[in-house]
């Protein structure tokens, strides 16, 4: 594909992130949760809260297996890579 220059007078911006906006909803869609993590990893990162602490999330992924184990948002296991959580879409 060819490149061409952008029409500047087309462009839309976009508002500035807050801190808010890095809290991750774990009520939300988990597609949405993942997209979420991947835009703002690694720097500032998505946040959210374990065990009263903060807790920078850096990857997720979504688990479509339904006998992975526990309810969304579930803390499974640590590993060499970090901690793993499930998050479920909805059926």
Not at 67 to 86: K, Q
Request: glycine content about 6%; charged content about 30%; cysteine-free.
């Amino acid at each position: 594909v060819p490149a061409r220059p952008q029409d500047d007078r087309l462009a839309t911006r976009a508002p500035r992130l807050q801190a808010a906006d890095r809290v991750l909803d774990w009520d939300g869609a988990a597609d949405a949760i993942v997209r979420r993590v991947r835009a703002l990893s690694p720097d500032p990162g998505a946040t959210t809260t374990f065990r009263g602490e903060p807790l920078k999330v850096l990857a997720a992924a979504v688990d479509r297996d339904p006998d992975s184990g526990g309810p969304p948002a579930t803390i499974l296991l640590p590993d060499e890579r970090g901690v793993r959580a499930t998050l479920r879409i909805p059926l």
